[in-house]
């Protein structure tokens, strides 16, 4: 069985705050910087001497989290049993169960449980990017370029040989893999979901299918088993935001959500999607703590009898993503929010989220429905903006996409801040971050022959 132990301290460590290159990539501490987070003791791997001592007591450690210090171990009772005299265990918590039974490592099934100046076809995808100003992002020059994100999936089957991502990989943008479940770095024999998720944000198939930020790059971490539920799913994702937050990841993108599992007895329940309870909800806070943005579906629960979000679409400081129909009506399914304890409401946008445009796994466009593709789509405009105004903090671009939002001025907890756009949210960040800007220039300057053409960055609407 799997369980997650705590332990009590980081004393005695060879790591130090004092020097985060031994732990942090270069443009993760950069992004601190730029972002003003300190570097902090959480940010410390766990002791590697406790790590020993667990294994020395029979315990495989599968992985370790530095920050809610402890280790994912495999163990039975007799092990946890040693493993938990060990002096430096937390004595204060239990060992979390987080599965029943480890089933074989064997791949199933294609589906879950649960600076470009150019005119640009959008094909299929055109609606849901014009619904959001993407062609207009795009044709001011914003793809994303320079912003790395981080996809944590089911899994991305066949990604590395479909024509959307052809680019990605040609150009380097694909920036590395891990499987969590498995322990390895394929990720390309598994779920066709991450790599629709993917699509959706990143492809860039001109004719066919173009994503927000198809020159972006790309971490891709695959964290859950799509053959169970278990809560050990939600421990891959918070080493997976781990780990993109040493590699100096900006964004992670994530359409993964936690309410129920296969042993009713780690059941969360509706009222425990309050922004603290669930474990990939503390998670996810953790990671907008770095300074990374994190974006979420708000979930698919809007006609089961949960109804409300799904972890970790409940925490204060990312952004839960709720899905409308192209004519911007909430679709039936997106799971409607509530008002948290900091009086913030959820969800916080939406995008379309029915009948979105996405690969299929056979190298053509389909079509899928949920808040996994309304979340993408979100968090491609914000790599944009975010290439746009790299000096905005993580919780700067959450506000003035928000404010950005076709219902702003009055949210509400089906659709939050409404639909964002990006030649409103630009218009408030230039207006706001630099006043005196000019919105365009002259041309030829000085004025040659008898005419000059004044190029206009972005038009009022």
Not at 87 to 106: A, E, Q
Not at 237 to 259: F, P
Not at 348 to 364: E, H, I, M
Request: a neutral charge; glycine letters at 8%.
């Amino acid at each position: 069985k799997l369980y997650f132990v705590e332990f009590s301290d980081k004393r005695d460590s060879p790591y130090d705050v004092a020097r985060p290159a031994a732990f942090l990539s270069q443009r993760a501490i950069e992004r601190r910087v730029r972002h003003g987070v300190a570097v902090s003791v959480r940010d410390l791997p766990v002791n590697p001497g406790y790590v020993g001592a667990v294994q020395q007591a029979g315990a495989t450690v599968r992985y370790t989290s530095r920050w809610m210090n402890g280790a994912l171990i495999n163990a039975d009772a007799d092990v946890l049993a040693r493993v938990r005299q060990l002096s430096f265990i937390k004595k204060s918590t239990s060992p979390t169960l987080l599965n029943v039974n480890l089933k074989g490592t064997g791949m199933h099934g294609n589906s879950l449980k649960s600076a470009q100046t150019v005119e640009i076809d959008y094909g299929n995808s055109l609606l849901q990017n014009t619904m959001l100003g993407i062609d207009r992002m795009h044709a001011a020059g914003f793809t994303g370029q320079g912003v790395h994100i981080a996809v944590l999936d089911g899994g991305f089957l066949v990604a590395d040989q479909l024509t959307v991502f052809r680019e990605m990989f040609q150009n380097g943008r694909l920036l590395g893999t891990y499987d969590f479940v498995r322990q390895q770095t394929g990720v390309f024999d598994a779920s066709r979901h991450g790599t629709q998720v993917l699509s959706a944000l990143a492809g860039y198939r001109p004719g066919a299918l173009v994503g927000p930020a198809f020159e972006s790059s790309f971490w891709l971490f695959r964290t859950e088993d799509e053959r169970t539920e278990y809560r050990v799913e939600e421990v891959n994702w918070r080493v997976a935001a781990e780990r993109a937050d040493s590699a100096g990841v900006d964004i992670i993108q994530s359409s993964l959500g936690y309410t129920t599992f296969d042993d009713p007895a780690m059941d969360y329940r509706p009222a425990d999607m309050n922004g603290r309870t669930a474990f990939v909800t503390n998670a996810a806070r953790m990671a907008a703590a770095t300074g990374m943005l994190v974006v979420v579906s708000a979930g698919n629960e809007g006609n089961d009898p949960w109804r409300t979000l799904s972890a970790p679409a409940d925490a204060d400081s990312v952004l839960a993503v709720a899905a409308v129909d192209r004519f911007r009506l909430r679709a039936d399914l997106s799971s409607v929010g509530r008002k948290m304890p900091n009086g913030r409401v959820k969800p916080d946008l939406a995008a379309q989220g029915v009948g979105v445009a996405v690969t299929s796994t056979q190298d053509n466009t389909t079509v899928q429905t949920g808040t996994s593709f309304s979340a993408p789509l979100v968090a491609g405009l914000a790599a944009g903006l975010w290439q746009a105004f790299p000096q905005l903090t993580n919780v700067q671009l959450i506000c003035y996409l928000q404010r950005s939002g076709s219902q702003a001025a009055s949210p509400d907890t089906l659709l939050g801040y409404g639909i964002p756009n990006f030649e409103r949210a630009y218009r408030l960040v230039r207006r706001e971050t630099d006043p005196g800007a000019p919105l365009g220039h002259l041309a030829p300057n000085p004025v040659a022959a008898n005419e000059m053409t004044l190029y206009l960055k972005l038009t009022e609407t």
